[in-house]
């Protein structure tokens, strides 16, 4: 009887008025459908857990740093104050200043102190006993020190003219072959600056940056990476 | 009592409450709720708000911190000159900005990004990776790029902002009113360099490392829940002073100065050198020019 109810419930009309009857056609066993729906669920949502378990732990997932926050109060090496003293009230625009050339006070300069009393020796040769920790890497095989350094005087470097500059003006000396660096240079384009971009600045002889000898700025140290953002509010941070 | 009598009364009562309530905050409470915009503060409106700032900030910090709102200087709109072939990828400029601009400590925010990119892929910012430690740079192979805020010319984040609590200023500078900030940050969806960051938390500052020398739109310390972004130093720039990253890099490489100047540093790189703006198609028009020296 049930069954004859439920085959009179399936029976809807269409538009005219024809009665037909849909379950003939949909009726499914009840509990296979419902089980196969749920293997079907049940895979997809393994497939699902299984890919997440199976990623690698996130300090592992590539090379790199952000693992850990760090702040510039982890770096006290690094005067992270670039706080230029105060310019003198004499200071006007384009006013500049200058550190003194490197070695000038430690006990280096003058170098006429040491080699006063010693004979020159042009040659090309190994250096022992003085200046052996010079390595010279600069240019071609045949650059030796008297293309720079004059013989005669040890206090001052030599042009190719002949004429003789002090080492606070090496730029001149430099000049003579890196031209286009040189007027980079003079323009304030090559090479650091601090002070006031509109007034008084201090800026660096080439020798402060670039050993004269082997002029390739060495490679530094580079402070670490920002926090990768999924450890951001872990409590990951240096700083408490 | 009788109920218009009793009606008279509580609303009598709860009025008296709020205008006690009003009374008892800081001074200033009403005015600030009812303030204007701060392009349109007066003078002593301008100066009131500086000095609670002064104040709020010496209570949390237990430190002397000044807050100016110095204004443009007259023809002056800033430029800023990176040269690429000079880039080594130190970082310092990143944490000399941190330190400059107090920054967020923890939760850490960064206002410099700097990308290192394959020099056979050229610049091509989807095979970028900001993550790289080595324990020298430069890498052989690869090249360096920094970016923060490009200063555009047509900033996409400034018409985006439902508020208008960001704008560009006389000089060029995009400005942020933190406390006009609704942290929607819609301005941080429009911007196409990445620029913009926001304080999800209340930002952790130690005290002693707060930089006390301020100003108003740029690197006062901010509340949790609005945006921040690069200022080219506005407190330090308009006193003249080169911002803080162009000082601390090690190489020299970051140039800064006045576009209306022909004798200017950043004019004399746009003339004699090769240069070009990130995402030039967006017609974004930035003031941040990258170079190659040579």
């Known amino acids: 009887m049930r069954d004859g109810n439920r085959h009179e419930e399936n029976l809807i009309a269409d538009d005219g008025g024809n009665r037909r009857n849909v379950g003939d056609t949909l009726r499914l066993p009840r509990f296979s459908s419902l089980i196969i729906m749920l293997c079907i669920f049940l895979t997809i949502s393994l497939l699902i857990l299984f890919t997440i378990l199976d990623r690698p732990p996130v300090s592992q997932a590539e090379a790199g740093g952000g693992y850990r926050s760090y702040g510039p109060a982890d770096f006290p090496e690094i005067g992270f104050d670039v706080i230029l003293p105060e310019p003198q009230p004499g200071a006007v625009a384009g006013a500049y200043t200058l550190p003194p050339p490197p070695f000038s006070d430690e006990d280096i300069f003058p170098c006429s102190g040491c080699h006063e009393d010693t004979e020159v020796d042009p040659r090309r040769r190994e250096l022992v006993d003085y200046h052996e920790e010079i390595l010279l890497n600069h240019g071609p095989e045949d650059r030796w020190c008297f293309d720079c350094h004059d013989p005669a005087d040890r206090d001052h470097l030599r042009l190719a003219n002949g004429s003789l500059i002090g080492f606070d003006e090496s730029y001149r000396l430099c000049g003579q072959c890196h031209g286009t660096i040189f007027r980079d240079w003079r323009r304030g384009i090559h090479g650091r600056r601090r002070g006031y971009w509109n007034g008084a600045k201090s800026y660096l002889l080439c020798a402060h940056c670039h050993d004269p000898h082997a002029p390739h700025f060495a490679a530094i140290k580079p402070l670490p990476p920002k926090l990768r953002p999924e450890l951001l509010g872990m409590n990951q941070g240096s700083t408490p | ?294």
């Open chain 2, 1 to 294: 009592m009788d109920r218009r009598r009793f009606l008279t009364l509580a609303s009598l009562a709860t009025m008296a409450g709020f205008a006690s309530l009003a009374c008892n905050t800081k001074p200033g409470f009403v005015e600030d709720l009812l303030r204007r915009r701060f392009t349109e503060l007066g003078p002593a409106d301008l100066d009131r708000i500086l000095r609670g700032l002064e104040e709020e900030y010496r209570e949390k910090y237990h430190r002397a911190v000044s807050v100016s709102a110095a204004p443009a200087l007259d023809d002056v709109e800033f430029g800023y000159g990176l040269d690429l072939s000079r880039c080594v990828g130190c970082r310092r400029c990143t944490y000399a900005c941190v330190h400059e601009n107090n920054q967020s400590r923890d939760p850490q925010i960064h206002w410099i990004q700097v990308l290192e990119m394959k020099e056979e892929a050229g610049l091509h910012l989807v095979e970028a990776d900001q993550y790289y430690d080595p324990p020298l740079v430069p890498e052989e192979g690869f090249f360096y790029i920094p970016i923060a805020c490009q200063q555009c010319r047509n900033p996409a984040c400034v018409r985006s902002c439902p508020v208008k609590a960001t704008w560009q200023e006389p000089d060029g500078i995009v400005v942020i009113d933190y406390d006009w900030c609704i942290g929607c940050r819609c301005c941080m969806a429009a911007c196409p360099y990445g620029a913009r960051h926001f304080n999800w938390a209340e930002p952790g500052l130690p005290p002693e490392e707060l930089n006390p020398d301020t100003h108003y739109l740029g690197n006062r310390p901010r509340p949790s829940g609005v945006v921040e972004k690069c200022t080219f130093c506005i407190h330090r720039t308009r006193k003249g002073r080169y911002p803080a990253c162009v000082e601390i890099c090690p190489v020299g490489a970051r140039k800064f100065g006045n576009l209306l100047d022909e004798e200017s540093e950043i004019r004399y790189i746009m003339r004699e050198k090769r240069i070009f703006v990130l995402k030039e198609e967006l017609n974004t028009k930035p003031r941040f020019y990258y170079f190659y020296a040579t």
